[in-house]
């Protein structure tokens, strides 16, 4: 069945570093894929999408490329801040369902950004 | 705006009760869901449905009950509680429909402790 594999976490990073979140999948159709947030106390909600290959999502300053070839969708941002202190989870969906929001999450890695 | 809300917000359980989670959207979503989450295990689908009176089984649906006999409403119900219910439980609403590529709307979640 469809899969998705995050990097191992947690990740601490100095406020303004550079964040890169590896994730990769498996899956027999062409699904879409998303990158989630779920800030501490609170339910997850969408950062970010891409429905077909080489398309780019962003939103608030973070970035990710649907890569067919390479099968991953690696979520980055050019300078963290404290406020990015959150659980991201990678996850996609395949449209042949026919329940286009049954998701297949990953484990979820936990950021923390220092001052 | 009300958005997904879940009643209890935490709730404590003895081995062998009942209870019921409440899941209640009022953006007119064709699709809900449950999930659990688990530390290091991320985000599993327990059950889910596509409109009112259709529903189907997710990844991890042994001890779980769940009906649709409305739009808006979506309970979640363990019949007979046992520790490893013990987690964090999401209930998420979305669009269906082709084109429409399943932005997940959660709510805060509901924490169960089972002893």
């Known amino acids: 069945g469809d899969s998705v594999t995050q990097m191992e976490g947690p990740v601490t990073l100095s406020e303004e570093a550079f964040l890169t979140i590896n994730c990769t999948y498996t899956?027999?159709?062409?699904?879409?894929l998303f990158w989630y947030v779920q800030y501490p106390g609170e339910g997850l909600q969408l950062l970010l999408k891409a429905t077909k290959a080489d398309d780019k999502g962003s939103n608030k300053g973070f970035e990710a490329t649907y890569r067919k070839e390479t099968t991953s969708f690696h979520l980055e941002k050019g300078s963290v801040q404290v406020s990015d202190s959150a659980v991201y989870f990678c996850a996609l969906s395949d449209p042949r369902t026919g329940a286009n929001s049954k998701l297949t999450f990953g484990k979820g890695i936990t950021l923390s950004v220092r001052p | 705006n009300a958005g997904v809300t879940q009643t209890p917000k935490f709730q404590v359980l003895k081995t062998g009760q009942s209870m019921t989670l409440q899941c209640a959207q009022d953006m007119n979503h064709e699709y809900m869901s449950w999930y659990r989450q688990d530390p290091g295990m991320g985000l599993r689908l327990i059950h889910y449905s596509v409109g009112a009176g259709i529903t189907d089984q997710g990844e991890v649906p042994n001890g779980y009950n769940v009906s649709r006999s409305t739009t808006e409403d979506f309970p979640l119900r363990l019949l007979s509680a046992a520790p490893s219910q013990t987690s964090v439980y999401f209930c998420?609403?979305?669009?269906?429909?082709?084109?429409?590529?399943?932005?997940?709307?959660f709510g805060e979640g509901s924490r169960l402790t089972v002893l």
């Open positions: 998420a609403s979305s669009y269906t429909g082709t084109g429409v590529s399943g932005e997940l709307f």
């Open positions: 899956a027999t159709g062409y699904p879409s």
